[in-house]
């Protein structure tokens, strides 16, 4: 779901964090695995972003694939967008969970399409612009998207129901979403050239984690980017924020292959996961591991069997 408004602001931030990882083997999050499967030469490599979500998406990926019989190899919490790209175009990993409007936005010049916003629509102008040597999988129902979310209080004091609403008091308002968010499409840059709003100040935390969470519950900021299958959003009744401009696109959930690791029994495993996968089921094994603690590997192996997988 994070995304940048340009290739070439991708591809700077690749370079970027090319630079940062030469730092040291200590800093490399592909340096070592964070799961305990074996792997040879032909196993897959999962990865995933730094989020709760989409590692634990990236262990239901692994352990249906183990289920079939494919080695895998699990590097998980490589970061944002702009270096798990990077780790998939130079062979690091071979796979990992995606969102299709996200992934558009990231890979098309000048952000997504003008009138591309439902999920099969945005999934063809996706298979244009994917990097060579990648491809993606069967998409699924299952949809996660970028949300601006303020408190109760918040919405009342500022009559806020839309994006639309900000406008007049967002200089008034402190803002927090993970660091890359000042410099993506759907994010800042956005959100000042379709609405219209800017904010007071800019506070970089994580990317719809515990830290920005729990920011806007203590009051330290206004606004919070929080993905919207984040089960705080009902548990502590917090305002979500609606999008009529549509600045946020479709996001189902895709996963995203080096072609030369994809063989029939790959996309055959990962196809069934995206067949079961829904917003709602998601929801529900998220709040598994996001409020009731489970371990993420104990939670995709629940799902796995609760599935048929």
């Not at 590692?55 to 967008?81: C, M, P, T």
């Not at 990648?134 to 949300?147: G, N, P, R, W």
């Not at 800017?198 to 929080?226: E, H, M, Y």
């Not at 495993?269 to 409020?291: D, F, G, I």
């Amino acid at each position: 779901m994070f995304r940048i408004r340009t290739v070439g602001a991708l591809a700077a931030a690749f370079s970027l964090a090319l630079s940062l990882t030469a730092c040291g083997a200590d800093e490399d999050p592909l340096s070592s695995d964070s799961g305990n499967s074996s792997a040879g030469a032909s196993a897959v490599t999962v990865g995933s972003a730094n989020f709760a979500e989409s590692e634990l998406l990236a262990e239901i990926y692994s352990q249906a694939l183990e289920a079939k019989g494919v080695q895998v190899k699990r590097q998980f919490n490589i970061g944002a967008r702009e270096l798990y790209l990077k780790a998939l175009q130079d062979g690091s990993i071979d796979l990992l969970p995606e969102y299709n409007g996200a992934l558009l936005s990231a890979l098309h010049t000048g952000g997504a399409p003008q009138g591309v916003s439902k999920p099969d629509d945005v999934l063809a102008e996706l298979k244009k612009v994917l990097p060579a040597g990648t491809e993606v999988l069967e998409q699924s129902a299952a949809e996660d998207k970028d949300t601006l979310t303020v408190t109760q209080e918040t919405a009342t004091k500022h009559n806020l129901k839309t994006i639309d609403d900000l406008k007049p008091v967002a200089g008034q308002l402190t803002i927090g979403a993970g660091p890359e968010w000042q410099e993506r499409y759907q994010g800042l840059k956005g959100l000042e050239e379709l609405y219209g709003v800017k904010f007071k100040k800019f506070q970089p935390l994580d990317a719809g984690g515990p830290l920005t969470l729990n920011a806007l519950l203590d009051g330290k900021i206004d606004v919070a980017n929080i993905f919207s299958t984040d089960s705080a959003i009902a548990t502590k009744k917090l305002v979500v924020l609606e999008d009529p401009r549509n600045l946020y696109l479709a996001e189902n959930i895709i996963p995203l292959i080096r072609t030369e690791a994809n063989n029939p029994t790959v996309s055959g495993a990962l196809n069934a996961v995206s067949a079961k996968l829904t917003t709602e089921n998601l929801t529900q094994y998220l709040a598994k591991v996001q409020v009731d603690k489970q371990d993420t590997a104990t939670v995709a192996k629940a799902f796995i069997s609760d599935n048929g997988l």
